[in-house]
């Protein structure tokens, strides 16, 4: 009976581990590449490149250029999928966002989305894609 009971739990276990695995993702040094768009707005911009250690405990991808000091909130995984939502300040002012991508191994697909109170809520949508370059320097 107790052998029986052990083994039920050990089975519960291994079906529950890969729930908790997290998304399907390698650590390393990552290139991103991001490209903007403001809705409403005809904006040529080229799209711009960086590379970004990506790590289990930090698997949010940051935009190209981004040079507010920002804080990433509520962040939830589901599946492959990372959410979050950040704030970040900087001498334009606070400005709010959201972002999801989604992980395959060695690359991801997503985007980020901006509000900029500072001008009349005005929304930046940053489509980022990302792939694995090797381990972190």
């Known amino acids: 009976m107790i052998?029986?009971?052990?083994?039920?739990?050990?089975?519960?276990?291994?079906i529950s581990l890969p729930a908790y695995a997290?998304?399907?993702?390698?650590?390393g040094r990552w290139e991103v590449t991001s490209r903007?768009?403001?809705?409403?707005?005809?904006v040529n911009i080229p799209p711009m490149s960086h590379t970004q250690?990506?790590?289990?405990e930090d698997m949010v991808?940051?935009?190209?250029g981004q040079n507010q000091d920002c804080k990433v909130t509520d962040q939830k995984i589901s599946g492959n999928t990372v959410?979050?939502?950040m704030e970040c300040s900087g001498q334009g002012g606070t400005t709010k966002g959201s972002g999801?991508?989604?992980?395959?191994?060695?690359?991801?697909?997503?985007?980020?989305?901006t509000t900029l109170p500072s001008q009349g809520?005005?929304?930046?949508?940053?489509?980022?894609?990302?792939?694995?370059?090797g381990p972190c320097k």
Not at 22 to 27: I, K, N
Not at 61 to 64: A, D, F, G, L, Q
Not at 100 to 113: D, H, Q
């Open 3 to 14: 052998l029986r009971c052990l083994f039920a739990v050990i089975a519960c276990l291994a």
């Open 83 to 85: 959410s979050w939502k």
């Open 22 to 27: 997290g998304p399907d993702m390698q650590e």
């Open 121 to 133: 809520n005005m929304q930046m949508i940053s489509h980022i894609s990302g792939r694995r370059l």
């Open 61 to 64: 991808p940051t935009s190209s």
């Open 100 to 113: 999801k991508v989604t992980y395959n191994k060695n690359s991801f697909a997503g985007k980020i989305t």
């Open 36 to 42: 903007m768009e403001m809705p409403g707005m005809p």
């Open 53 to 56: 250690c990506l790590t289990k």
